[in-house]
């Protein structure tokens, strides 16, 4: 599989030849979508907590007398069908939302994201990125001179001066291949590698 390597202009300058097994697999909608719902998942911190009606404080007076109200008989405030009383099934804090996923699934899933976008062009690659300072002035004009507006750029190591540039502006993420994951993947429009990130990723998921 070839991909596209561009300039500083955005121009394509030649052509990385890469694994076929990470940017040539075929597309696999039922496994991507498998990966990304237990990434989402795993992401969970699960700490969510309701209480039951015996948490709750509430008085344990009978709120009113048995008979003679013409309302229906209750005897304590806390009950799950008044307002405020405790819930019936209360969700836990320590409820584990996580999905088991294999490391060979997690592997094509990534690789069929990967071929699914060098096939729509919208990957590229790029010799190397960085900025003479870190100043986010310098890292946008090096990234809208190479006509991306909202990005994903995947290094091999994080520059300190492409760290601090791109960490203020919203629509555009800068990680090490280490760190990529399948929703930024498929969230952003574009994705730029450094050539010694696709080495990385052909030496990771290969």
């Known amino acids: 599989m070839e991909l596209k390597v561009i300039n500083d202009q955005g121009v394509e300058a030649s052509r990385l030849q890469a694994s076929d097994l990470l940017f040539g697999r075929e597309y696999n909608e039922a496994l991507i979508h498998q990966v990304v719902v237990a ?43 008044w ?33 699914q976008l060098a096939r729509e062009d919208r990957l590229a690659v ?10 986010t002035k310098l890292f946008v004009q090096k990234i ?3 006509g991306y507006d909202s990005v994903l750029v995947i290094t091999d190591g994080l520059d300190e001066n492409i ?13 090490e ?17 450094t050539k010694s990130a696709v080495t990385k990723f052909e030496e990771m998921l290969g």
Request: no cysteine.
């Open 163 to 175: 760290f601090l540039a791109s960490r203020n502006l919203p629509n555009v993420l800068v990680v």
């Open 126 to 135: 790029v010799d190397s990125l960085t900025v003479e300072a870190p100043k």
């Open 39 to 81: 990434y989402q998942a795993n992401a969970r911190s699960g700490n969510r907590a309701q209480k039951d009606r015996e948490q709750v404080k509430h008085t344990t007076a009978k709120p009113f007398r048995q008979k003679g109200t013409g309302r229906a008989r209750a005897g304590m405030s806390s009950s799950p069908l």
């Open 177 to 193: 291949v280490n760190e990529a994951d399948p929703v930024s993947l498929i969230r952003f429009p574009k994705v730029l590698m």
């Open 144 to 146: 809208k001179g190479m």
């Open 83 to 115: 307002r405020g009383g405790g819930r019936i099934f209360p969700n836990s804090p320590d409820e584990n939302f996580s999905h088991k996923l294999n490391k060979k699934m997690y592997r094509a899933g990534m690789a069929s994201i990967l071929s």
